[in-house]
Structure formats: structure tokens, C-alpha cells
DNA sequence: GCACAACACGAGGGGTGCCTCACCTTTCGG
DNA sequence: CCGAAAGGTGAGGCACCCCTCGTGTTGTGC
């Protein structure tokens, strides 16, 4: 168990110990071959695949990234950024409604470009992670966003943050099916399901929202954890 | 290939040519143990083990079900049929909203009981499979049971039959998460999804449906033909 | 321009799963 | 009770993927 990890600069110079030249040329190939396998493929692609497309050894992958999980984090802190600076943005807009709206959009067109992004947003990272603390900012504020929307009297009382997790969740499926086939469906499903959100009119729902911990544990085995029937 | 099968008769006698004792009980503790392996762990269960679980040889497997499709089908016919009938008896209901709740509560329940219905549901076969037809039956059925509930006011009018695929992808990925964690949260997901169905509270969509020949690619895709990018 | 640390390489061991086929074993009709 | 046909078997070929590690190569500071 290796103690630290250098923060990692994606691409430029680092300040700890400057890569010699060719690492950090592969390294920069690396990542984008991930970028571009995990894109098309999920973010199960395979590392040999991405190593051949990046012109390099297998070995020099694993020197790398010694874990999946290591690329997996550097290929998303950005569109993981993007996600955090939208719900941030969402947050300040004055129609807390539309706030909801935005980030969901946002939210679902990330996934909807990148079938690597609609896998990592379905999952919780273990908390050692170090984007684990980012993806604890993105609950934080969707938390918020939905309070917010639910006070200002869009959103119906019954809904609660967990519920969200419904529309990832979604999304990650409709678009394994209509990518590259319907690539806008996706937007027909969002719309149906924030006509079921709305305060008017609503329904009594039959379920209590999965608690926390429910949440929690369903998207850590998403993740990877194994739990067999054995 | 082989011109036609006998309809297969799932455990009794058949009427061709009655199969030897032994190959009759070991082609049905191939089915117990797929039907169990499929229920577990999806469609895509190693057949290995599942000749492991019947007590079988690998081989033995494979001359009762030369593909993994014949095996899928008899293990499915059941349940499919369980499925088509709960849409007769739906189309039957006076309230058509009451009817389309019976028939989507059935099927995600179907759904919720068994990952491997919950693959199987998801896709479509070849047009050469012997379920083919029921499935186009289904098909059919929700067709019908779409347009009822919209001509009895009860569905908002811009929502059409290939809007349902939306319910059971959702449903695929919602429970492939919480399946033993939170066993009903597909309910929940599935009322506020039916909230926005309604015809009271619906609100302009911003992307027309699915035509049927990307609903049809979409199921295929999800079914086995890889189309990959290369 | 040298020497050594840092790095790249890729064969190979381990695992899983698909499917086949040559060779036994069992059943069942006569 | 026998023999032929139906059926069962599982090693083995193939493909894929994971990850390691001993060996060879290259960049860099001096």
C-alpha cells in the first residue's frame, strides 16, 4: 500500500519530481487513449487495448497506473470538475426549479457523451480515493439543489436527494440502448421524469426513498465490490 | 442450421420422439439450474457454471442447447407468457390508467424478481427465434394498451408506445443497483415515473420518440450484435 | 560523453469463458 | 440379453484479460 500518490498534474510540468520526457509523453498518450477507450467502451474497456492504442507496453500502463481505478481517477477529475461548477452554478441561479433542471441537463449530457463518465456516475469511489472527497462536493450540493427546489415549491415534498440516483441510474441504461442510434432520447426520458418531480398535482408514492446508506451501498457494488450468492 | 425444433415441451413428455431418461432429466436440471444461474446473475451467466450447478458436463449442456439462445428461450417462455397474459387481462380493465399500472407493475416486478428477465426484457430477439412471436405479441399488447389510456384522457397525449422501452431500461439498471440492498426502491422510481405520464401534469417534451426502427436497433444492440467502432 | 537511475518492454503465468469432438456409457426395442 | 443408436464426457484449442518481473533501453545530471 503505497502511502501517497503526487496530485498529478494531467498533462503539464508537476512541481514534486519533473517526469523525465518520455514518461511523461506516454503518460499524456495513456490518458488520452483512455480518454478515448473508456469514451466508447465504459470504463471496463480493457488496459491492454489501451495501451496498444497508445502506442505503448502494457508494462509502462501498470507503471503508470498501478490500479484501474488510478487512470479511471484522472481521466474524469475534469468532466467531474465540470459536474461540480454546474451544480455550483445551479445553486445561484435565483429559480431554484431551473437550477434542478440545469444541473440535471448538465449532469445527463456529460453521461450522454461519454459512456466511461455514465459508468463513473453511477458509482461511488472507495473513500480512499482522492477524487472521493469531489464526488462527497457533488452529493453535498445536489442535496442542496434539490432542498432548495423542494422549499421554493417546484419540486413535491415526497422527493428527496436519494432520488436522483433514479435519473443516473436511468440515464446509464437509455443510453447503453440509444447511443449512436437516438442520440438525444436520453432529453425525452429527463423531461418525463421531471414531469413526475413537480410539485403540481403530484401522486402518493408507494416506496419510502432509499436511505443513505442504501444509496451508499448500491453504488459501491456498482462500482466494483462483488457480493456473489455463493 | 438446422430447419425447425420441436416446440419443446418443458419438463413432460414430448410428443416427436419421447428424449431417453437420462437425457430427459438431465436437460431439465440444465434448465433448473439456468433458470436459478440467469435469475442470479443475468442472461449472461458462464454456462460452465451452469453445467457445473446441473450435476452435467459441459458437452451435455451443449448438445441440449447448441446456442445460448435456446436455453435463454425455454428458460423465459414462462415468464413471457405470464407477462402477455397480465397485458390481456390490463386491456381488459374498464380504467385504462388502472390498466397500463397492472401491466407495467407486472412486468417490473418480473423485472425485479429475476436479472435475468430483467436482461431478457430488455431486448429483442432475432426474428428467426421461436419466442419471437410472443415477443411481438407484447409488442402488440402495449401498443394498445398505450392508446387506450390516451384515448380515456388518462396518459398525456404526446406519450407513445415506444415511451415504455424508457420504463423497462430504467427499471434494468435501477435494480441491477438495488436488487438485495433495497428490494421494492423500483417502485418508487416506477410512480414517479408513471406521475409523469399522466395527462394532467404534463409539460412540452423536447425531443420527439423513438421511431420504432430505433427502438427495434436499440433492443438488438442490447441483445448481442456488437457493432463496434473499429 | 559517462554512468546510473528512471523508465519501457513484453513474454509469461494465472484466470475465465466459449465451444468442439473423439471416445466412452447408457438406454431401450426387439 | 444384446447391440445399435442416442447420449454423456471432459480435455483441449482458442480467445480474452489481468498483472508481474527480469531484462534491456534511454534520458539526464554531472
Keep these: 500500500m503505497p502511502p501517497e500518490r503526487a496530485p498529478a498534474a494531467t498533462t503539464a510540468s508537476a512541481p514534486a519530481r519533473p517526469l523525465r520526457r518520455d514518461a511523461q509523453r506516454n503518460r499524456d498518450s495513456l490518458l488520452a487513449a483512455a480518454r478515448a477507450m473508456f469514451a466508447e467502451h465504459g470504463m471496463q474497456a480493457s488496459l491492454e487495448q489501451v495501451a496498444k492504442r497508445a502506442g505503448v507496453a502494457i508494462g509502462t500502463l501498470y507503471k503508470h497506473f498501478p490500479a484501474r481505478l488510478d487512470l479511471v481517477q484522472e481521466v474524469f477529475a475534469g468532466k467531474l470538475a465540470i459536474w461540480v461548477a454546474t451544480a455550483e452554478q445551479a445553486l445561484s441561479m435565483d429559480d431554484a426549479w431551473e437550477g434542478l433542471c440545469l444541473f440535471l441537463e448538465t449532469m445527463c449530457e456529460l453521461q450522454a457523451r461519454d459512456r466511461g463518465f455514465n459508468d463513473f456516475a453511477s458509482i461511488r469511489l472507495p473513500e480512499t480515493a482522492c477524487l472521493a472527497g469531489q464526488q462527497t462536493r457533488i452529493h453535498d450540493l445536489g442535496v442542496r439543489i434539490v432542498e432548495r427546489a423542494r422549499e421554493q415549491g417546484g419540486l413535491r415534498p415526497d422527493l428527496v436527494p436519494e432520488d436522483l440516483a433514479f435519473i443516473i441510474w436511468s440515464h446509464s441504461r437509455i443510453i447503453e440502448?440509444?447511443?449512436?442510434?437516438?442520440?438525444?432520447?436520453?432529453?425525452?426520458?429527463l423531461y418525463l421524469m421531471l414531469d413526475g418531480f413537480r410539485a403540481e398535482r403530484a401522486h402518493p408514492l408507494p416506496e419510502p426513498p432509499l436511505t443513505p446508506e442504501q444509496l451508499y451501498r448500491a453504488m459501491l457494488r456498482l462500482?466494483?465490490?462483488?457480493?456473489?450468492?455463493d
Design 223 to 229: 462500482g466494483g465490490a462483488d457480493n456473489s450468492t
Design 177 to 189: 440502448a440509444t447511443d449512436g442510434i437516438a442520440p438525444h432520447a436520453w432529453r425525452r426520458h
